[in-house]
């Protein structure tokens, strides 16, 4: 436990320079790579996910589209049951902000 604890530290450390600067994507850089060195952090890299094939097992879509990001985004555990995913985005307007940031990433 006490493992996983730095490593969520450091992770968190690690990427708070980007998170700075990352605009609506703030949130998910504590646990995502938005660069396009697309490194798998704690949840799968972001850049170039839009239009992409879910790398996340259990996802029902064939490609991450403004639906099915809304979806996720909204509650993950509706999508999937079992992900780890913690964080979702209730508020309409924000889910919409971050995928129009998602689109940006490629």
Same mark, same amino acid.
């Given at each position: 436990?006490?493992? #996983?604890?730095?490593?969520?530290?450091? /992770?968190?450390?690690?990427?708070?320079?980007?998170?700075?600067? =990352?605009? +609506?994507?703030? *949130?998910?850089?504590?646990?995502?790579? #938005?660069?396009?060195?697309?490194?798998? /952090?704690?949840?799968?890299?972001?850049?170039?996910?839009?239009? =992409?094939? +879910?790398?996340? *097992?259990?996802?029902?879509?064939?490609?991450?589209?403004?639906?099915?990001?809304?979806?996720?985004?909204?509650?993950?555990?509706?999508?999937?049951?079992?992900?780890?995913?913690?964080?979702?985005?209730?508020?309409d307007a924000?889910?919409?902000?971050?995928?129009?940031?998602?689109?940006?990433l490629k």
């Amino acid at each position: 436990m006490k493992t #996983i604890l730095w490593m969520v530290v450091g /992770v968190v450390l690690l990427a708070y320079p980007l998170a700075v600067s =990352a605009g +609506p994507l703030n *949130a998910c850089t504590s646990c995502h790579d #938005i660069t396009d060195a697309k490194r798998k /952090v704690m949840g799968p890299p972001l850049f170039g996910v839009y239009g =992409a094939k +879910p790398q996340t *097992a259990g996802v029902p879509y064939a490609k991450w589209d403004d639906a099915s990001l809304d979806a996720w985004l909204k509650n993950p555990k509706a999508v999937v049951p079992t992900t780890k995913k913690m964080f979702s985005v209730p508020n309409d307007a924000k889910r919409q902000e971050v995928i129009a940031a998602l689109k940006e990433l490629k």
